[in-house]
């Protein structure tokens, strides 16, 4: 990592800025620092809590990740479809779809595949098997699974072509002054606060489209269709236009109604069979927390 000290960050710790940086805690910079060191201005410094200048120039090499292993964990799981090739199975609200240096619990839905399939697919490695998109820790429904390497690579490159749909429903904040409409704006880490993301010059294009399905004075259910597929996207663009997600309270969602976690659910999935290029449609029901704040809210406007 290289990076600038701007004007308004003159005074910060070494530690703090380096943790905004690189998205790593500020614990594990203070340890990586009072070890080997960073480098201000080409002098290496041993001292976490330095304080810096708007100009400094910061160099630090993040510590080597401690390696992790997933296993096998006897989790409920609830899979949709199965064949040789592939499996998609709905992930409830809660679940982390795999293991990373911020989470080592061993119940996340890769520790639950591989209980309850017999082969996942190896591009990802042992942290990763089978996975070839991700949803949020609070967002709900489908998943595709590649249960081998020549399959996983199909339905990679499907989604990288947009012949794979995904779409999603999620009640957001606000009412929406038109009926659709599609947020192209380019995603990137936040220069305010690196474990988020953001809508950023220079950012990887970013593109949603979306759709009102129902309105209810303060909340809107809408419908999204990713094009594109950024960390956070829908959440992203939902605030970026003023209508954050609602139960999001990472980017501005408000939890009056709901304070569980975004109301976000990826209700359909459209992809081809890797093996016979059959189209494949599955879609899965909205939750049971979703649909009961739905419930509430038609109530409240009769």
């Not at 992203?236 to 209508?243: G, L, M, Q, T």
Request: charged residues 30%.
């Amino acid at each position: 990592m290289k990076a600038r000290v701007g004007d308004a960050e003159s005074g910060v710790r070494l530690d703090v800025f380096v943790a905004r940086e690189t998205g790593l805690t500020r614990s594990a910079v203070k340890t990586a620092v009072e070890k080997n060191g960073a480098r201000v201005n080409g002098i290496l410094r041993f001292k976490s809590g330095a304080e810096l200048k708007a100009g400094d120039e910061v160099e630090f090499t993040p510590p080597d990740p401690e390696p992790l292993e997933a296993e096998a964990a006897d989790i409920p799981l609830d899979i949709v479809y199965e064949n040789d090739d592939f499996a998609v199975v709905n992930k409830p609200r809660g679940m982390v779809v795999h293991q990373a240096s911020s989470y080592r619990a061993n119940d996340t839905l890769v520790n639950a595949l591989l209980f309850r399939l017999k082969d996942l697919s190896s591009i990802n490695g042992v942290i990763r098997p089978g996975i070839v998109h991700r949803l949020d820790k609070d967002t709900t429904g489908l998943l595709v699974i590649a249960k081998n390497d020549e399959a996983h690579r199909s339905l990679a490159g499907q989604i990288e072509k947009k012949t794979a749909k995904r779409i999603y429903i999620a009640l957001t904040d606000g009412n929406f002054t038109d009926d659709g409409g599609t947020v192209d704006a380019p995603i990137g880490r936040s220069r305010r606060d690196r474990k988020k993301m953001a809508v950023v010059e220079g950012g990887r294009r970013a593109v949603t489209h979306y759709e009102v399905l129902e309105r209810f004075g303060n909340y809107t259910l809408v419908r999204f269709e990713l094009e594109t597929g950024r960390t956070h996207q829908i959440r992203v663009h939902s605030a970026y236009i003023h209508h954050p997600v609602t139960g999001d309270a990472v980017y501005g969602g408000s939890t009056s109604l709901f304070k569980d976690g975004q109301l976000l659910h990826a209700a359909r999935l459209e992809l081809n069979d890797p093996s016979t290029g059959e189209r494949k449609v599955f879609e899965c029901p909205l939750p049971d927390d979703f649909a009961a704040v739905l419930y509430r809210l038609r109530k409240a406007k009769k």
